[in-house]
């Protein structure tokens, strides 16, 4: 067994696969990446990347394990394994397209699925067995990387900040690294700074409640607002706006903190749904003023947390939110700073978080920690990860 992983940490070039499947719940992103080094030498070489998308039923799926009135120890346990195995078949896929054999592949690392995420009591879930995902692919596999962080005394997120920092760090520039999945989250980098001056957190929904007013607009044909174009179609009712702000008691904590699906629940935004209609919005104007509260939120974070002590010159936006062309403008307009997607830097933004999760697991074979107490609370620094290996 030490044999296998001083092989692997050895190599000056590892060829590794990062998965991640996030709480939009689109699907399992997948990318190959060569990775050089590691620590403040890490280099990355970007090979492929796809998303191998949940089905329907799959969604509902694990939308109800995130919900305790839903969930059931039977399913998580069988959900488990499937989902495991379904990540192996994305890291099969990836390699195909990238034209690479899986035998090739040095390492997986998995950020796996989260289910349930309570930050508050040092606990956290996710779900897609490590050992189904090196059975599927015959690689060593790592993963499971937040524990170890909550065992610290930490909030187990946002994990990506110590990949923006080693990735994104400007001598110049002060920067905020912006992730839009189901959950937004903040990178904040100073200018010339250290690994110590990295601050981060979740700043509140950001295509969680979106993705829910959509469903809930075309009665389930659609899972998303595509590119923003149905809140583009309303008015932003700027009243109902500044209520939302007011009444969400998360926007009120003090950092180090992070959210989930736990708070902006299917329930969350079934509610936000029927006060518009009850207000006499169209479902338009309604969806737009929900997609104006992610950005607002965004907003009121930097302002109340961020501003006061950091310079912010640039904000490089990334996930599934940097395609909603609504959230993109009135970021611009809500912001004194440069807002622009990640893919300027010439990074794919799609990716980041399976590159993120490749490189995490990168620092923990070469025995680094991989966390920033700064962003997650944690009372030290942690080597963050568990790893499988495989029976070949």
Known sequence: MIDTIKKVVEKPIKLAIGLMSGTSLDGIDACVVEIKGSGKNTEINFMDFITLEYTKSEKERILKLCNINTSTVDEICYMNNYLGNKMGEAALKVCKEANINIKDIDFISSHGQTIYHMPNLHSTLQIGELANIASVTGCLTVGD?????????????????????????????????????????ITVLKSGGEEEDVYAFDTGPANVLIDEVARIITDGKMTFDADGKMAS???????????????????????????????????????????????????????????????????????????????????????????????MKLLSEYIDAEVSCIDKLDFIGDAKESIAFAVLGNEFLHGNANNIPTATGANRKVIMGKLVLPSV
């Open 233 to 327: 179609m309303g008015n932003i009712n700027e009243q109902w706006l500044e209520e939302m702000i007011t009444q969400d008691s998360y926007l009120c904590k003090n950092p180090p903190k992070s959210t989930g699906r736990e708070y902006y629940t299917t329930e969350f935004a079934k509610k936000l749904y029927d006060e518009g209609k009850v207000k006499g919005l169209s479902s338009f104007d309604i969806i737009s003023t929900i997609t104006a509260f992610t950005a607002k939120t965004i907003q009121n974070q930097l302002e109340k947390f961020v501003l006061e002590n950091h310079k912010v010159d640039e904000i490089y936006v990334s996930g599934g939110g940097a395609h909603n062309q609504m959230i």
């Open 145 to 185: 990387f937040r524990p170890s962080d909550m065992a610290y005394g930490g909030q187990g997120a946002p994990l990506v900040p110590y990949i923006d920092y080693l990735l994104f760090s400007s001598e110049k520039k002060g920067r905020v690294l912006l992730n839009l999945g189901g959950i937004g989250n």
